[in-house]
């Protein structure tokens, strides 16, 4: 079944540019340039994904607006923000109201592809049975890399595709530095230093919530980060 | 220029304001000219007053000849020594020889020598002094004698003119001659002969006239008295010399020759009558004279010490409720001091010696005795008190027989303008006081209001200009007011461009952004279009396959595209920064191991330089945001490896007084003096237009001082020579 893919977008430009590029992908696009007309459309049937634009014509937040109501329809439905706007502030606002990836436009269109494909792939992996031979352990954490899952201690953390990637590159290679370089080719991102500083923050943030004790993700001044996975950690919880 | 400023006399707006005050001071100066003015006047007035007065009296003397009768004013002229002078004598005297009860003795006796010898058979022994002077009824006569030898009369001895006598002859009224000899046989009470022209008759003792004879070391004295219903107006003296017991008299010395009725003088004692009308004039509080053609006093009245002329008031005497009030005390001891230091008191103890008590003289008496009645204004002898005197002729048969002269001292006028100056010198001192008080308040006010708002507008702009605080908007409705208003809209006005410049690379970024994706993304799909369209028509053309597939264009385009897209979200690093920043916690780190670290990264990226750090401690603790201080790190390495030229970069860290120090040193190229202070603003790149590898907007280290100021710290750049270079310092407080 093709998937159908909504892009609320007021430049005509952007939207046509990112159908056109869903299209060749195989995704059946539609694409609305206001709040009113998504909004009929979305009370109609619901897409599988839905790409929303922040500032939408007149409205400041019509996407924030949109992303609301559509996470009141339905939980599971993929959102993500595609905006202009790179502050920290409009990026807290959007995942907060259950986006699950806020992306900057300057973002390439394979990397956009390739999280569209990895939400489908995530929503798909849940349908079936978990299977051991896609998740790692580390400590207390596991991975699973299918589904795009991550628990500590069992309990689940919920992460968003970038952050996702990001932990899974660290995870991957425990005690290994990872400089912001290469977590951003793994997180398929492209963004200046601050912007991984501040994903890493709220990374950190998900997984205190969970653990107040959690400290594995150290930064190492001047070169990068690095998953701690030593035996002090583990043997606390173990 | 501002240097040469500092040296210049800063003029300030009180001072301004108190000079243009200090033209109060002419109003006490037109009130000092008013009162001297008003003094001038009342002087012109006393003067009318004075001739007034001089007219009146000679009014009652004119033609009134038998007052000047039996006096020697009909004289053409008057000798001294023979026309004598009796003064007024005030008190009574005591016939004893002594001249202590005769006041003023030396000055108003008459010396008698050789000038005025009669005859004289032998050299001249003798000369003698005498003074005449006039009490209640009878004249008194003061005889000081000088002799080598006093010869008295034998006790046996029947003549009375073979010893040492005295020849005393005089007039009566019906201006017969009497003539007397005093001649003793002892010292003691004297023996007065009345003696006759015919020298054969017995001498006739005198009992009327008694006196005194003393021996004194340098001869006698004989002080005696006449009664003066026996006596005329002429009178003469003279002293035989005898030098051996009962011997012939060898020289006489006197005042004329007494043995004549034509050869006498005269005598002149002050007129009862005149005195009598001039008594009725002494009750207006001026000093009064009637002098004869030669200037001899025939009567005076009043004194000059009291003549202070009509203005003069007797000051009322305080009463006790007004001694005792504070500002009569105050006034008492603190304004009056300090007006006469100014002005001057009228002395009531002044010495004029100017008129002897019987000879006046003076311009004003010479022109008066000319018939001209004149007044004339004359210091005291003592130059303490000013006199003004007038005299007006008295005419008898159309002849000047004599002149009233009346004086008056200005005291009475000088007191009443010192009043009138005490007055105003209050009245001013009050407005002046009261003036000043005001001034000064006032201007304290205004230049502190203004010191005020300069202070508010320095304040608002930093060093570097930028707009750091608001002024409060001022109520008042006055100019200052109004300035304080322009200078906060101004301030307001460029605090809101300044943000507008501030934001504009946010701005900026974020309106190119769509655009930006708009042409990114076309270009995108144009690649892909063109991958799909190679990858089917795969055959057809495969030089374009060699060329890595993509046409080269679209290439070229997205490589532009990218630069364009870091430019952007360069731009905008600044404002995401801020943000940022006012959300981020302070942690508490070690911030030696953070600068060692990254150090230890910087050594890896840049693989070819050298870096030094320098540091004596081992731990640091810091409070603050880490990844920030990293970033910090990042840019300012980024600078100094940008600048070095020897590709070495030296780091040092030090802490002290509750700071931490960081020194990055490269060596290269020195900063231009002017963008030293700049250099930490947005948008300011020192960099040259050589070929970047990377764009430069100047950002770099604007995050570097935002990040310095989150922390409370400092960052400036500073060059150092030998070798040439760059530090850069930034000092972060630790205690915060």
């Given at each position: 079944?093709t ?14 540019n ?13 694409t ?8 009929q ?32 329809k ?10 202009a ?5 409009d990026?807290?606002?959007g995942l ?8 900057t436009?300057d ?14 792939r ?6 079936q ?16 890399s ?7 201690h ?15 590159a660290?995870?991957k ?9 290469q ?14 500083t ?29 998953w ?11 | 220029?501002?240097?040469r400023?500092a040296?210049?006399?800063r ?7 108190l ?8 109003i ?19 003067e ?23 006096q ?13 002078y ?10 004893d020889?002594?001249h ?9 006796a ?9 005859f ?18 009878y ?8 002799d ?25 009224q ?8 005093i ?27 008694q006196g ?6 340098q ?12 006596l ?18 060898v020289?006489a010395?006197?005042?004329a ?8 003088g005269?005598?002149l ?15 207006t ?5 009637v ?16 003549a202070?002329?009509?203005?003069h ?13 504070l ?7 603190v ?6 230091k100014v002005?001057?008191k009228?002395p009531?103890?002044f ?22 009645a004149?007044?004339?204004w004359r ?16 005419f ?10 009346v004086?008056?001292t200005?005291n ?12 105003l ?5 009050a ?8 001034f ?9 209001r203004?010191r005020?708002l ?19 908007v ?7 007011g109004d300035?304080s ?13 300044n ?10 970024s ?18 892909l ?10 055959n ?25 897209n ?7 690093e600044?404002?995401?920064l ?11 780190f070690?911030l030696?191991t ?7 990264g910087?050594?890896q990226?840049?693989?070819?330089f050298?870096?030094?750090?320098n ?11 880490p990844e920030?201080?990293v970033q ?5 390495i ?5 600048f ?74 500073e ?8 530090t ?9």
């Amino acid at each position: 079944m093709t998937k159908r893919i909504a892009i609320v977008e007021d430049e005509a430009a952007i939207r046509e540019n990112y159908a056109d590029v869903l299209r060749t992908q195989g995704y059946q696009v539609q694409t609305y340039a206001n709040r009113e007309t998504a909004t009929q459309a979305f009370n109609l049937r619901l897409p599988n994904l839905v790409i929303l634009d922040i500032g939408l014509n007149e409205e400041y937040d019509g996407g924030f607006v949109l992303c609301q109501q559509l996470r009141a329809k339905s939980a599971s439905l993929p959102i993500i923000f595609l905006t202009a706007r790179d502050n920290d502030f409009d990026t807290v606002s959007g995942l907060r109201i259950g986006a699950d990836d806020y992306l900057t436009k300057d973002i390439s269109l394979p990397h956009l592809t390739a999280r569209i494909s990895a939400l489908f792939r995530r929503q798909e992996a849940f349908k079936q049975p978990v299977s051991d031979e896609h998740i790692t352990k580390t400590g207390p954490l596991t991975i699973d890399s299918l589904r795009m899952t991550i628990t500590w201690h069992k309990k689940p953390i919920d992460l968003t595709i970038t952050e996702f990637w990001l932990v899974h590159a660290l995870a991957k290679h425990p005690g290994h530095v990872k400089n912001r370089t290469q977590l951003m080719t793994d997180s398929k991102i492209y963004v200046d230093d601050s912007t991984i500083t501040s994903h890493i923050k709220r990374i950190r943030k998900k997984f205190i919530k969970t653990d107040e004790s959690f400290d594995c993700i150290e930064t190492v001044y001047g070169m990068g980060y690095r998953w701690l996975s030593d035996i002090d950690n583990t043997s606390e919880h173990d | 220029m501002t240097s040469r400023k500092a040296f210049q006399l800063r003029f300030g707006l009180r001072a301004k304001l108190l000079l243009l005050s200090s033209f109060l001071f002419i109003i006490p100066w037109f009130g000092y000219q008013y009162v001297w003015e008003m003094e001038k006047y009342l002087r012109f007035g006393q003067e009318q007053t004075l001739v007034g007065t001089a007219r009146a009296l000679a009014t009652a003397l004119h033609e009134r000849e038998n007052l000047f009768k039996n006096q020697a004013s009909f004289l053409p002229n008057v000798e001294q020594g023979k026309d004598l002078y009796g003064y007024q004598l005030t008190e009574a005297i005591q016939l004893d020889g002594l001249h202590n009860d005769w006041p003023y003795f030396s000055q108003r006796a008459h010396f008698y020598n050789h000038q005025q010898q009669l005859f004289a058979n032998e050299p001249l022994s003798l000369n003698f002094k005498a003074s005449v002077g006039k009490y209640d009824k009878y004249l008194y006569l003061f005889f000081q004698v000088v002799d080598n030898q006093v010869i008295f009369r034998g006790k046996n001895s029947r003549s009375i003119i073979n010893n040492d006598h005295l020849a005393l002859s005089f007039s009566d009224q019906n201006n017969n001659l009497n003539r007397f000899i005093i001649s003793n046989k002892q010292a003691g009470w004297i023996s007065a002969f009345s003696i006759t022209e015919n020298t054969d008759d017995i001498p006739k003792p005198a009992p009327h006239i008694q006196g005194h004879w003393l021996i004194t070391p340098q001869g006698y004295n004989i002080e005696l008295r006449v009664p003066l219903k026996t006596l005329g107006d002429k009178i003469a003296f003279a002293f035989f010399d005898i030098n051996q017991p009962a011997g012939e008299v060898v020289s006489a010395i006197g005042s004329a020759d007494p043995s004549k009725l034509e050869s006498l003088g005269t005598i002149l004692v002050p007129s009862p009558e005149i005195e009598r009308i001039v008594k009725g004039m002494r009750y207006t509080n001026s000093s009064i004279w009637v002098v004869d053609q030669h200037h001899r006093v025939l009567a005076s009245a009043g004194s000059l010490k009291s003549a202070s002329g009509v203005w003069h008031e007797k000051e009322k005497p305080a009463s006790e409720s007004e001694k005792s009030s504070l500002w009569y005390q105050f006034k008492q001891q603190v304004l009056l001091p300090l007006y006469y230091k100014v002005l001057t008191k009228p002395p009531t103890d002044f010495i004029d010696k100017l008129y002897d008590a019987r000879h006046l003289s003076g311009e004003h008496i010479v022109s008066a005795l000319t018939g001209k009645a004149t007044s004339q204004w004359r210091l005291t002898t003592d130059k303490q008190a000013l006199v003004l005197s007038a005299a007006y002729p008295i005419f008898i048969n159309n002849k000047v027989q004599g002149a009233v002269i009346v004086e008056e001292t200005t005291n009475g006028i000088r007191t009443l303008r010192n009043r009138a100056l005490e007055k105003l010198f209050t009245v001013i001192l009050a407005i002046m006081i009261l003036g000043a008080l005001t001034f000064i308040i006032f201007a304290t006010r205004i230049s502190s209001r203004i010191r005020h708002l300069s202070t508010q507008a320095e304040q608002a702009i930093d060093t570097q200009g930028r707009i750091i605080g608001e002024m409060s908007v001022s109520t008042s409705h006055d100019e200052i007011g109004d300035l304080s208003r322009s200078f906060t809209t101004a301030v307001n006005r460029l605090s809101e461009y300044n943000h507008y410049l501030e934001s504009m690379s946010s701005r900026l970024s974020h309106e190119l952004r769509t655009p930006i994706a708009v042409v990114k993304t076309s270009l995108e799909n144009l690649a892909l279009q063109e991958k799909q369209r190679l990858s089917t028509d795969e055959n057809i053309d495969k030089s374009i396959d060699e060329n890595n597939g993509i046409n080269p264009y679209i290439e070229r385009a997205q490589t532009g595209i990218n630069t364009l897209n870091l430019i952007l979200t360069n731009m905008s690093e600044a404002t995401r920064l801020e943000q940022m920043l006012t959300r981020t916690d302070k942690v508490v780190f070690d911030l030696k191991t953070v600068v060692s670290g990254c150090i230890a990264g910087y050594r890896q990226v840049y693989s070819d330089f050298t870096f030094d750090l320098n540091t004596e401690i081992s731990k640091l603790t810091f409070r603050g945001s880490p990844e920030h201080i990293v970033q910090l790190l990042d840019k300012v390495i980024n600078n100094a490896v940008e600048f070095s030229q020897d590709k070495v970069i030296t780091l040092e860290l030090k802490h002290r007084n509750g700071h931490a120090e960081l020194l990055i040193n490269n060596n290269g190229i020195l900063l231009p003096e002017l963008l030293s202070e700049s250099l930490f603003d947005s948008m300011v790149s020192l960099r040259n237009n050589k070929k970047q590898e990377q764009p430069h907007l100047g950002l770099g280290l604007y995050i570097a001082r935002l990040i310095c100021q989150f922390h409370q710290g400092e960052i400036s750049a500073e060059n150092h020579h030998s070798p040439d270079g760059v530090t850069i310092k930034i000092v972060l407080p630790t205690k915060v």
